[in-house]
């Protein structure tokens, strides 16, 4: 890879060379070193559990939704592959890895204080500026392609907690004229909203570290499924389709083990990995991001035991497809 001398690049050995001499080296345990990004992989993919936030919207759900949901993983998976294999033919894994280290955890002063993003190397490569746009736009296109599936997503669980009497009812209320949840749309819509707004002009005070919510997130389901069929047999054996054991014990309850020791490794190996620097901000968020959930569901079934209406009965069910 040539680099342009006038913009600081010389010499790319030069950069190896600075984090071996501030004591970087390589991990000694390959299995250390692939568990550190381990959490980073499961975050690209988790989003294709979307589809069955709407699944109750979509006709033949039990034939789309396995569709969809495989075919969404199929091709995260082909992407990433695709994209990890030119980029380290392009640039080569010894150039990224020094890059991360002295953006990350060095006062190494690099020519740009730019992380490790890829179509600012192609630009200071190739000096391109087509090809540093289309680059921009593979990366830039699925953010903004997630939006409308995540409103939905958004709107959808907002709705589910109205009509569940943990929300007020009037939040669940669906417009005649145009067939859809406006209120729930319109709080969603004004939150990410202020979300975006924080994440442009307010930086410092939006958490640094946000795959840890999700990792740890998805914990409390994986246990969940792994409990299900003993703290609630009876709807256990209503519901489930699938009833098979595996050496005396549900396959869904292996499932839930596996996800929960996945996801357990997963949050330790942020830590590990040094994903885990938590600042203030991040303290904060992650304590109003459960916290919130917590003193909202909690108020609401005490003004809801007032008025002789138990919450607790929605658990009680699974309602029909």
């Keep these: 890879m040539q680099l342009s001398p006038d913009e600081g690049y010389t010499n790319i050995t030069t950069y190896q060379q600075t984090i071996v001499a501030g004591g970087w080296s390589p991990p000694k345990s390959v299995l250390l070193a692939t568990l550190s990004v381990f ?7 988790t989003w294709y559990t979307l589809p069955s936030t709407w699944a109750g919207e979509i006709k033949q759900a039990k034939k789309s939704i396995p569709i969809a949901i495989l075919g969404a993983t199929l091709w995260i998976a082909a992407y990433y592959l695709l994209f990890l294999f030119l980029v380290n033919h392009a640039f080569g894994q010894p150039f990224l ?14 020519p740009y204080t730019v992380s490790t993003y890829i179509p600012f190397f192609i630009q200071i490569v190739y000096k391109a500026a087509p090809l540093s746009i289309i680059a921009f736009l593979a990366l830039f296109l699925p953010n ?14 907002i709705f589910a907690w109205s009509f569940d009497r943990v929300l007020p009812e009037r939040i669940s209320s669906v417009s005649e004229r145009l067939h859809t949840p406006i209120i729930a749309t319109l709080i969603a819509f004004v939150v990410a909203t202020l979300g975006a707004v924080l994440i442009i002009f307010f930086p410092q005070a939006t958490p640094g570290v946000i795959v840890p919510i999700f990792t740890f ?31 005396g014990i549900p396959v869904v309850t292996w499932l839930g083990g596996v996800s929960l020791v996945s996801l357990i490794i997963g949050t330790y190996s942020l830590r590990i990995g040094g994903f885990m620097n938590f600042t203030l901000p991040d303290y904060i968020f992650y304590a ?10 909690v108020a609401s079934y005490y003004y809801r035991r007032r008025q002789g209406v138990d919450i607790t009965l929605a658990f009680k069910e699974i309602p029909p497809e």
């Design 97 to 110: 890895t020094s890059w991360s280290e002295l953006s990350t955890n060095s006062s190494y002063g690099l």
């Design 288 to 297: 109003l991001a459960y916290g919130v959930g917590i003193v909202i569901f």
């Design 39 to 45: 959490p980073l992989a499961w975050y690209s993919y």
């Design 217 to 247: 997130g998805y914990i409390l389901p994986a246990l969940s499924g792994l409990l299900f069929p003993y703290l609630r047999k009876d709807l256990y054996e209503a519901v489930f389709v699938v009833k098979r054991k595996i050496l």
């Design 144 to 157: 903004l392609m997630s939006g409308p599936p995540l409103t939905i997503a958004a709107t959808r669980y």
